[in-house]
Structures are given as structure tokens and as C-alpha cells.
């Protein structure tokens, strides 16, 4: 077996990443022990820090996507679980029950507060066996010197980060409708949603150390490498909008041309006094008008949910339709897959195929 260096142990993990976790835990730790130092006035041959530290900058560092790894659990988890620690400690005088005791209540303190870190368990126990310095210290040990610490160190984190080019504090920013909607972008609506997350969750009933944005993110990642070895027949179901903006028959044309620019969209449906889909205009048709929607609305191209999506490929490549309507038997409006849905779900099963689209009968 060939000799690796920094074989990782974490998924995603590198030998980069590895080396940056090192150089930014030797910059954060040195310096987060020379500045309270000094704020302290203890000069700079003192560092002072608590150990609890060293476990924070591992993870802060090495895994900065980690929720327990946020600024909010590296300040709150070491200052409350300290808090927690020189609490017990002042009431119970068994050092062996005052120490289990103060681990148990940072963890639920940590987990009420939403800050949970696990170098908090530390300093829960340095709160209890840190000997006479914290002990002299008192109540104050909570926030000098670990809250000092944990305040620094973060603050350095971030810099370091910064400079480095990650993403930290790690904050997910969900993919948005370009439309101003409610729907999910076109990649996101194929295969599985939101709620099969937290389903798939609750059925393993284990916490993970990852972030549940993040979680349903890989799983996306993962589809869409599944899809290079596997393809199925794409429905329109499987893709269409189904928070459709329309417009009523009667409506004027201003206000038609209005929907479309508020919405960044280039079809819209048109629907009579029961809802169904009478017609759609577009800024083509609604040009010069002054009348009402349905003095210049044009018929519309409609399909059923249960139509393969890739049928649609003439009609939206045709030069002069943008849209198509999924409708009901009864022409009551389900959907809208437009040129950029289509043109997504043809991305993923050329992926898929390795071979050139064609459209399906």
C-alpha cells in the first residue's frame, strides 16, 4: 500500500485544506495568547490562554463548515460551559461528581443556547479542576480569560478565512426563483425535495456534524453524479413551475405588461372568470396594445403532466414560443416548463447519456 501524506479522515478533506488548518491554527492560537496578553497586561512572553483553545482551533480551522465550528459556538459554547463549570464547582465540593456534573449541564446549557462545541466539555472541566488560578479567578474565569480567548480567536479566524478564500462564518444561501416566486430553481425540482431530507433524518434518528442546508446541497451533488451512470425518462411534472403568474382575460394590457417586467418573465398565461386557460401573451403581443388581454392574446401551447418533457423540445425551439402551459383535462393551469427548465433537464441527461438530446416522440 502506497505511503499517503494527510490521508483524510473527514469527507472533502485534502492535503490544502489540511495545511491551511495548520498554518491558521499556529497564527490564531500564537497570537489569540499574545493579544490577551497584553490586553491583560501580563506582557508579550505571557501567553494567556485556557486549554479548551487548541480544541476550538481544530475546529475552527480544519472543519470552518462545521455548525460546531460558527462564531456563536466557539464565543457561547467556551463562555457558557465555563459559566456552567465555576457554578458547580462553587456548590459541589466532590471533585469527581462536580466534574461529570458540570460536563452534563454544559452540554444541555450548550444545547438550549444553541451553541454547542465540544471543547466546552473542557472548559466545563477546567472550571472545576483548573486548580488555584481559576479558583482565585472566580466568576470572572468565565469571560477573562476564556471569553477574551474565544472573542480573539474567532476575530482571527475570520480574517484568516478571509484571506484564504473561505467561506467562514459558513452560511448557506439558498438557490432563489429568478422569477420572484415561490418555485425552487429548475436543476432543483428533479428528484428529491426538502421534506425527503428531514424524513430521511428522522428515520436515522443520529446527529450528524453537518448542516442540514448542506446536507440537502451534497445530496444534489450526488444526484447529479448518479445521473452520469443512470437516466430515466424526465415527466413535465418532473420539472414545470407550479407557481404560474397568469393574467385575467380582462385585464388591460398594461397591466399585463407589467406582471411579465415585475416577474423577469416572457410568457404569461391567460385565464378566464373559472380559471381555465384561455390563451398567454408575451411582450410581442401586448406591444402598442391599449385594449384588454384578451383582444391580443395568442393561443397557447399546452401539454399534460404526464407527457415526457423532452417532447417539448420542437415546440420551445421553434423560435417563437417561450413556454408551455401543463394543464388538466380540464385546461385549469398545473405548471409551466419554460426554455431555461427544458434546457436544464437537457443538461442532466446529456450528462446522463454522454450522447447527443433527442427529442421523444
Sequence with gaps: MAFRLFVPILAGATLRERLLACIGATVGIALTGLISGLAMGSGPHVALLVAPMGASAVLLFAVPSSPLAQPWSIIGGNTISALVGVTVAHYVHSPVIASGLAVALAIAAMSFTRSLHPPGGAAALTGVLGGPAVAAAGFLFPFVPVALNSVILVTLGFLFHKLSRRNY?????????????????????????????????????????????????????????????????????????????SVPENASAEEARKQLLDHNIRTLPVVDAEAKLVGAVGLRELTGATGMVKEVMSKADTASPDMPAMSLLPVLTDGRSHAVVIVDAGRHILGLITQTDLLAAAARIQAADGAPLKAVA
Design 169 to 245: 462564518p459558513h452560511v448557506h444561501v439558498p438557490a432563489a426563483s429568478s422569477h420572484g416566486t415561490a418555485d425552487r430553481p429548475p436543476a432543483e425540482r428533479v428528484g428529491f425535495r426538502p421534506e425527503d431530507v428531514d424524513a430521511a433524518l428522522a428515520a436515522l434518528d443520529e446527529t450528524f456534524d453537518i448542516d442540514r442546508e448542506d446536507i440537502e446541497r451534497l445530496l444534489r451533488q450526488v444526484e447529479l453524479q448518479a445521473m452520469v451512470r443512470a437516466q430515466r425518462t424526465l415527466l413535465c411534472r418532473d420539472i414545470m413551475s407550479r407557481d404560474v403568474i
